[in-house]
C-alpha cells in the first residue's frame, strides 16, 4: 500500500464550486504539506502543518484553506475555484524540518 | 504528470552513459539540499541529498556534488537505464523548513 494517498486522483470542476482534495498517510509523520506544480515552474508551497494544532500558511495560500484532522490527514479545500487554480496538487510528510518528504501521487485538478 | 516536462530543459542521453543534470541554487545560506525525481504521472521521489558540510555524496549510481562558491549543484548518473528517464529536480532548505524551494527541473530521456 502507499504510504501517502491522494483523493480524488482526477477532478474536472466548474470556476466557483468548492472543492476538496484529501490527503491520508500511514508513516507516522508529523509534518504535512501541500504544493502546487505548474508546468515550468518548481513546486509552490500553499500551506504546510507541523502538527495537527500547528497550520501555516505557505507562499501561495489565496484562494486555499486547510484542515488537519488528524496526525494522518490534511485537506486542502479551494473554497471558490478559479480557471488558475488549474494544476497538478501534491501532498508531502516529513519526520521533520529539513527531513525528506514523502510525496503522495498527485490530484490533477482541472476549473473551468 | 505528462504536463510537468512541457518547456522544461531536456537532457537526452544514450543507455549506459552517464548523465548530469546541473541545477543553480539562489540561496548562499541554504543548507540542504535533495534532488528528486518524478515520473510521469507520480509524485516527485527523493534520489539523494547532501548538506552544506559536505561536497559529495555517493549512492547507488547516483553521486552529487555541491559547489557553493558558485551555488552549484549537480546529479551524476551512472550507466543511465531507461528507467531513468524522468524529471529531475533539486529543492534548497534552509532555516529548518523556513524556506524550501525547487527547481523547475531537467527532463532525462534516455535512448534505448
Known amino acids: 500500500d502507499a504510504d501517502v494517498t491522494q483523493t480524488p486522483r482526477n477532478r474536472i470542476t466548474k470556476t466557483g464550486k468548492r472543492i476538496m482534495l484529501e490527503c491520508s498517510q500511514t508513516k507516522g509523520h508529523d509534518r504535512m504539506y501541500w504544493y502546487r506544480q505548474d508546468p515550468g515552474l518548481g513546486l509552490q508551497l500553499i500551506y504546510y502543518?507541523?502538527?495537527?494544532?500547528?497550520?501555516n500558511k505557505g507562499e501561495i495560500s489565496d484562494g486555499y484553506s486547510v484542515s488537519r484532522q488528524a496526525q494522518a490527514k490534511f485537506s486542502l479545500s479551494l473554497e471558490s475555484a478559479i480557471p488558475n487554480q488549474t494544476a497538478l496538487y501534491f501532498c508531502?510528510?516529513?519526520?521533520?524540518?529539513?527531513?525528506?518528504?514523502?510525496f503522495g501521487p498527485g490530484t490533477r485538478l482541472t476549473v473551468l | 504528470g505528462e504536463s510537468v516536462g512541457l518547456h522544461l530543459p531536456t537532457l537526452s542521453v544514450q543507455e549506459g552513459d552517464n548523465s548530469i543534470i546541473n541545477c543553480a541554487y539562489s540561496?548562499?545560506?541554504?543548507?540542504?539540499f535533495i534532488w528528486y525525481k518524478q515520473e510521469s504521472g507520480k509524485g516527485p521521489q527523493f534520489i539523494i541529498d547532501i548538506r552544506s558540510n559536505m561536497d559529495k555524496r555517493q549512492g547507488q549510481r547516483v553521486t552529487v556534488l555541491l559547489n557553493k562558491t558558485v551555488k552549484h549543484l549537480s546529479l551524476q548518473i551512472a550507466a543511465t537505464q531507461p528507467g531513468d528517464s524522468a524529471v529531475y529536480f533539486c529543492?534548497?532548505?534552509?532555516?529548518?523548513?523556513?524556506?524550501?524551494?525547487f527547481g523547475i527541473g531537467t527532463k532525462l530521456q534516455v535512448i534505448p
Open positions: 529543492a534548497e532548505i534552509h532555516g529548518g523548513y523556513q524556506k524550501v524551494t
Open positions: 508531502a510528510t516529513s519526520n521533520r524540518a529539513g527531513d525528506t518528504q514523502y
Open positions: 502543518s507541523f502538527d495537527v494544532k500547528d497550520i
Open positions: 540561496n548562499s545560506a541554504s543548507d540542504y
